[in-house]
C-alpha cells in the first residue's frame, strides 16, 4: 500500500485514538474522570487548556500544510482544534458576569492566606455590606478583631473560628455573623473536611440558614484521597435545603459537578463562572475558580462576581462575592 493510500487510514485511526483524549480534557465528567490526577489539575485552568490545545492545532495545521502530512498531522490539527473550542465554549457559557444587585443577603468568601490584616477584612465587609463572610486560613484573633472593627463602625458581627478534629490548625477556618441573622452555634457532630478545617454553624432558634465555612485540601501529590472525601463531605452539606456554603474549595465546578447535590454555584447561576479566584497575581479570565460561594434550594442567586480590588492584600486568591434572597 502507498503512503498516499494509507492517509485517509492514518487520518481515520488519529482521530478515533484522539477524539477521547481530547474529551478527557475538555468534558471529563462524561467518562467520571473530572477528579483523576493529571486531568483534576489541567481541567482547574481551562483558558490555558484552550489556548494550548488552540496553538498545537495551528502548529499541527502548519505541518499538514507544509509537509503535506494529511494523515497524521490534519488528524491531530482536527482533534486539538476541537478540543480548544470545546473548552471556550464552557468557558464563554459559564460566563465573565460581575453583577452584584441589593439583596436580602450577601455572602463572601475570601482565603486571607493567614496575611491580609484585620483592618483590610473589615474594609471588605464594609465595601461589600457582608452578612456572613467565610475566612480559610484566618485565626481566631483576626476575626474577632475584624469583628470590633466593624462593631466600632455600627455594624455588629459575632466572630468565630473551626480548627478541625485536633482542636488546633495552622490554618484555621472563621466565619463572621452580622447580629441580624441571630445567635448561631458550631455544630461539632457535622465534623470537618479531613487534613483542613470546615464546619457547620446553626441558628440557635432554629430560624435561618445553616452556615457552612469550608476549606477542602487541595489535591497535591498524596492527598487526592482527602480531597475527594472533602468533596463527598460538602456534598452531605447540601442535602440541607436551607444550608450556604462558602469557602476555598480547591475544586472547580468541573470537580464538584458530582458533589453539589441540591447546591448551586453562585457565580455559574449568575453567569460569572468562568472567573478564576486564583492566583490573585494572574489575570482573572486565566485563574482558576476554586472559591465559591454554594446556595440550596431554599435560596435564589441574584448575583456574584470575583473581587480584583484586594488583589495587592498579600492573599493569593480573591474574594468572592453572592447576593441570595430566600425562594
Known amino acids: 500500500m502507498t503512503s498516499r493510500n494509507r492517509t485517509p487510514l492514518i487520518f481515520l485511526a488519529t482521530l478515533l485514538v484522539g477524539a477521547p483524549i481530547a474529551l478527557l480534557f475538555s468534558w471529563p465528567q ?170 457547620v454553624w446553626v441558628p440557635v432558634d432554629g430560624s435561618g440558614p445553616t452556615l457552612v465555612a469550608a476549606h477542602p485540601i487541595p489535591p497535591l501529590p498524596g492527598s487526592i484521597g482527602d480531597w475527594r472525601a472533602g468533596m463527598e463531605w460538602i456534598e452531605e452539606r447540601c442535602a440541607d435545603p436551607e444550608v450556604i456554603l462558602a469557602g476555598d474549595l480547591n475544586a472547580t465546578v468541573d470537580h464538584l459537578s458530582a458533589h453539589l447535590g441540591a447546591c448551586r454555584d453562585a457565580a455559574t447561576e449568575a ?25 440550596g434550594p431554599a435560596w435564589d442567586v441574584r448575583g456574584a462576581a470575583v473581587l480584583t480590588t484586594f488583589d495587592d492584600a498579600g492573599s493569593d486568591h480573591r474574594p468572592v462575592v453572592a447576593v441570595l434572597s430566600r425562594r
Request: no cysteine; charged share 15%; aromatic share 6%.
Open 30 to 199: 462524561a467518562l467520571g474522570a473530572q477528579t483523576a490526577p493529571l486531568i483534576a489539575h489541567a481541567l482547574s485552568f481551562r483558558a490555558l487548556l484552550a489556548i494550548g490545545f488552540g496553538v498545537s492545532a495551528a502548529i499541527a495545521a502548519a505541518v499538514a500544510l507544509v509537509r503535506r502530512r494529511w494523515g497524521l498531522a490534519a488528524g491531530l490539527a482536527l482533534v486539538l482544534g476541537a478540543a480548544s473550542l470545546a473548552n471556550g465554549a464552557v468557558l464563554l457559557a459559564r460566563g465573565s458576569s460581575t453583577s452584584l444587585p441589593e439583596s436580602e443577603l450577601t455572602v463572601v468568601t475570601w482565603n486571607t492566606y493567614g496575611t491580609a490584616t484585620a483592618e483590610t477584612i473589615a474594609r471588605l465587609v464594609r465595601e461589600t455590606g457582608a452578612d456572613v463572610i467565610s475566612l480559610p486560613e484566618t485565626h481566631a484573633e483576626t476575626a474577632a478583631e475584624v469583628a470590633r472593627i466593624v462593631s466600632l463602625e455600627g455594624r455588629a458581627m459575632n466572630a468565630d473560628t473551626a480548627h478541625g478534629a485536633t482542636g488546633y490548625s495552622e490554618m484555621p477556618t472563621s466565619l463572621l455573623v452580622a447580629d441580624e441573622l441571630g445567635e448561631y452555634r458550631m455544630d461539632a457532630a457535622s465534623g470537618s473536611t479531613p487534613a483542613l478545617p470546615s464546619a
Open 271 to 295: 453567569g460569572g463562572g468562568a472567573v478564576g479566584s486564583w492566583p490573585s497575581f494572574a489575570p482573572s479570565w486565566m485563574g482558576s475558580p476554586i472559591d465559591h460561594v454554594l446556595a
